[in-house]
């Protein structure tokens, strides 16, 4: 069978295409919320005002939101505390009813507590389950069908190296996380007949709002970098924003059930 090859511009190309990215106001969300857009579609994220508040950025949404306009695509901003029951579905429905439809869904919003397993109260485990796995389950049961009805759809879930290199410190979280990338590998099976991926992207050490206070000594913050990855440097949230586009396009049609590693070398 002969190969045509088809124009790079046009195998990234999502015009006509809507996206909704959890935790797309701040760091790696924002970077794929705005690199889709870039590339055509329409996109919505979800937001928590009170994470923003306490990073200092109560206007990230609203910025976001401006740049995405910026380049020329209907830009969302829902508000949702996803440690509620119900919040992930209601978004789903928002952002559908706002762009017409859910093309792709971005996974990305969740918490993370650096504390000894020992110290981690019952509540903090309960909002952790809530907010990075009990979420995902009602952002896919409710996104997934009209996908595979409309025969095409990308599922990209933001992992982490944590999967399968655990922090000591970050221990519900890294179960949370491989927890989920197993959920992700579950449902490729079952939607790869129907035209929709679904793939996780684990990234490794990025210097996001989250872990900014680690940052406040550079030669600690050097440290840390030095024993990450083989690079020896953290990534910065747009060095996620390709990879996502790649799991998000045309361009990985036959992909589905991936883990791409995004670490600079330190999952190896």
């Known amino acids: 069978m002969s190969f045509s090859p088809i124009s790079p511009a046009a195998l990234f190309d999502l015009s006509g295409r809507t996206a909704l990215v959890t935790g797309g106001s701040v760091s790696i969300g924002r970077a794929i919320a705005l690199q889709l857009a870039a590339a055509g579609a329409d996109v919505a994220i979800q937001f928590s005002p009170q994470a923003d508040a306490q990073f200092g950025l109560a206007d990230a949404a609203s910025?976001?939101?401006?740049?995405?306009?910026?380049?020329?695509?209907?830009?969302?901003?829902?508000?949702?505390d996803f440690a509620e029951a119900g919040a992930a579905s209601r978004i789903v429905a928002e952002a559908a009813t706002?762009?017409?439809?859910?093309?792709?869904?971005?996974?990305c919003a969740s918490i993370q507590s650096r504390q000894p397993f020992e110290a981690l109260s019952a509540?903090?485990?309960?909002?952790?389950?809530?907010?990075?796995?009990?979420?995902?389950?009602?952002?896919?049961?409710?996104?997934?069908?009209?996908?595979?009805?409309?025969?095409?759809?990308?599922?990209?879930?933001?992992?982490?190296?944590?999967?399968?290199?655990?922090?000591?410190?970050?221990?519900i979280y890294a179960a949370l996380k491989?927890?989920?990338?197993?959920?992700m590998l579950n449902l490729a099976r079952r939607y790869a007949d129907r035209g929709v991926t679904v793939n996780t992207l684990s990234?490794?050490?990025?210097?996001?709002?989250?872990?900014?206070?680690?940052?406040?000594?550079?030669?600690?913050?050097?440290?840390?970098?030095?024993?990450?990855?083989?690079?020896?440097?953290?990534?910065?949230?747009?060095?996620?924003?390709?990879?996502?586009?790649?799991?998000?396009?045309?361009?990985?049609?036959?992909?589905?059930?991936?883990?791409?590693?995004?670490?600079?070398?330190?999952?190896l």
């Open 203 to 267: 990234p490794g050490l990025v210097a996001t709002e989250r872990n900014r206070w680690r940052r406040r000594s550079a030669s600690a913050w050097r440290s840390i970098e030095q024993q990450a990855n083989p690079m020896h440097r953290a990534a910065e949230p747009g060095d996620m924003a390709g990879a996502a586009l790649l799991l998000c396009s045309q361009a990985s049609s036959f992909i589905t059930g991936a883990d791409l590693q995004a670490t600079g070398g330190g999952h």
């Open 63 to 80: 910025e976001t939101c401006a740049q995405i306009v910026a380049l020329l695509r209907r830009g969302i901003a829902i508000a949702a």
């Open 178 to 183: 491989a927890a989920q990338h197993n959920l």
């Open 98 to 107: 706002a762009l017409g439809r859910v093309d792709i869904l971005v996974i």
């Open 123 to 171: 509540d903090e485990i309960a909002r952790h389950v809530a907010i990075n796995f009990t979420s995902t389950v009602e952002l896919l049961q409710t996104a997934l069908g009209p996908m595979a009805e409309r025969g095409w759809g990308r599922v990209l879930s933001i992992g982490s190296v944590n999967q399968t290199r655990p922090d000591a410190e970050l221990s």
